[in-house]
């Protein structure tokens, strides 16, 4: 069966691997996004889908939109039977949904319809949702709202960060896919729609998120600690400058302190009080620096208790 994958991050690389290593796929074409410069030389990256595609010697297409004729032409030449699109950052035009005979699919990180859109991973965390996972759909006019074919649940830990949970999520969404790759090329899935009246919306990350509001309660900000774990990270201001925070801790803060205020600054840690609760400021990062225990950054810069740190809406430059 003639297959077109589309996908970009390494989120998408299990998926990937499941369709090229099945002996009844023939890949025809990958589709990934345009390359993209970073770092300080502006070095220009492929995509780790790209990465792969062009190992195994599979055509791929990267369209800056899929609005213009060309990239449309180019998929309906390749004649695919099936589209299987996995964190790709484009939606899918009706013109290119109707090429592909068996239909077009998507492995998406949540059990929809909760935790529709684009950062489905953090966003469960943030929530302090204790159940995810991923889900196949058939891939509709609405975001994430096609019918739904198979899933596959995953608990989450009390320390889960966007980072391990992506990377256990990308694991399975290759799992779920091999495992019904199958059923998709024999039309045999048996499909569910999709309660709308359930769902919910997972917005795109932005760096505008990434400053602490000592104002929230203790358990909402230690879970966007760790939500924003690698990216785009969590800020504190401390004055001086703007600290990125790696890891905290909820403990019994005082009833007698506001928000922001310093209980604590030794060698056990930097504790803050919060709306409710207090944080404890375990390893920190200053903009360009390596990461430091909280010891460590008061070596330098003293802090010392009853200081009230501002909820700011500055951003450190360090990722």
Not at 63 to 84: C, G, I, Q, Y
Not at 184 to 194: A, D, N
Request: hydrophobic share 40%.
């Amino acid at each position: 069966m003639r297959v077109v994958f589309a996908g970009t991050p390494e989120f998408a690389v299990p998926s990937f691997l499941a369709v090229a290593c099945s002996p009844r796929v023939e890949l025809v074409g990958v589709m990934t996004r345009p390359d993209r410069s970073s770092g300080r030389g502006r070095k220009v990256r492929f995509s780790p889908v790209k990465l792969q595609a062009l190992e195994q010697g599979i055509p791929v297409c990267q369209p800056e939109t899929l609005t213009t004729p060309d990239a449309r032409e180019w998929f309906a030449r390749l004649m695919p039977d099936l589209l299987v699109v996995v964190a790709y950052g484009m939606l899918f035009p009706a013109e290119f949904l109707e090429i592909p005979r068996q239909g077009c699919f998507n492995v998406h990180a949540s059990l929809l319809p909760r935790w529709r859109g684009a950062a489905p991973i953090q966003r469960a965390i943030e929530a302090g949702d204790q159940v995810t996972g991923v889900s196949l759909m058939r891939i509709s006019a609405g975001l994430d709202a096609g019918p739904l074919l198979a899933t596959r649940s995953v608990a989450m830990g009390s320390r889960e960060t966007g980072g391990s949970l992506h990377d256990t999520l990308s694991f399975q969404g290759g799992k779920l896919l091999s495992d019904n790759l199958e059923g998709l090329m024999s039309g045999s899935l048996r499909e569910t729609e999709q309660d709308d009246a359930r769902a919910t919306h997972a917005p795109k990350l932005s760096r505008s998120e990434c400053p602490v509001d000592w104002n929230h309660p203790a358990i909402r900000l230690e879970r966007k600690v760790r939500a924003f774990s690698p990216w785009p990270g969590t800020t504190a201001d401390f004055g001086e400058t703007v600290m990125k925070i790696h890891k905290v801790r909820v403990v019994e803060g005082s009833a007698s302190a506001v928000p922001g205020e310093v209980l604590v600054a030794d060698r056990s840690g930097i504790v803050i009080q919060t709306l409710d609760d207090a944080l404890v400021m375990d390893t920190l990062q200053k903009p360009g620096g390596r990461v430091m225990s909280a010891a460590e950054y008061l070596n330098g810069r003293p802090l010392s208790p009853g200081t009230v740190l501002p909820s700011s809406t500055r951003v450190a430059p360090c990722t």
